[in-house]
C-alpha cells in the first residue's frame, strides 16, 4: 500500500494558499520570514541593550538561522534550478527591501554592514551559485541515467 505524500506546512503558509504556483508562495514566503528575522535582529541589537554583553553570541545565532532560513527555495526546488532561482530572488528581494527600509530608521546601519546593492547582491550569488549546482547535477544524472540505459540496451542486443 502507498501512503499519501506528506508536505511539510510552514508557518503561515496558509496564507499564501491562492498564490497560483509554489515559486510565489516559496519566495513571498522566505521573503517574509527573512524580513521578519531582519528586523528582529535589528531591533534586538539596537533597543535591548541587556543583550550587550552577548552580542557575539547574538549576531551569530542571528546569522545561523538567516541561513536556514535562506535555504527553504534551495531545499523546496533542488531538483529545478530556474524555479530555485526564481523563489530564491524574489524572498531575497523582499529582504532586501526590508533592509533598506531598516536603514532609513537606523543611520549606522549601512555604515556597520553592507549597502543594499552589496546585500542584493550577496543574496543573488548564493540563489546563483546554488541554482548552476542544481542544474549541473541535474545534467550529470540525466547523463548517468543516459548511459546506463545505452548499456542495459546493447547487453540486451549482444549475443
Avoid at 63 to 76: C, E, G, Q, T, Y
Amino acid at each position: 500500500m502507498l501512503s499519501p505524500k506528506i508536505e511539510a506546512r510552514l508557518p503561515g503558509q496558509r496564507w499564501f494558499h491562492r498564490l497560483p504556483n509554489a515559486v510565489l508562495r516559496i519566495g513571498v514566503l522566505t521573503g517574509i520570514y527573512l524580513s521578519i528575522l531582519m528586523i528582529a535582529a535589528v531591533l534586538l541589537a539596537n533597543r535591548v541593550p541587556a543583550l550587550e554583553s552577548f552580542a557575539n553570541i547574538r549576531n551569530w545565532a542571528g546569522r545561523i538561522i538567516f541561513a536556514l532560513v535562506m535555504l527553504l527555495p534551495i531545499l523546496k526546488f533542488i531538483r529545478s534550478g530556474p524555479r530555485l532561482i526564481m523563489a530564491g530572488m524574489l524572498g531575497w528581494s523582499l529582504a532586501t527591501i526590508t533592509y533598506l527600509g531598516l536603514g532609513l530608521f537606523f543611520e549606522s546601519l549601512f555604515n556597520r554592514l553592507r549597502t543594499p546593492s552589496q546585500f542584493f547582491t550577496l543574496g543573488a550569488m548564493v540563489y546563483g551559485i546554488a541554482a548552476v549546482v542544481s542544474w549541473v547535477a541535474s545534467l550529470v544524472l540525466a547523463a548517468r541515467e543516459h548511459h546506463l540505459h545505452s548499456v542495459a540496451a546493447a547487453r540486451r542486443h549482444t549475443p
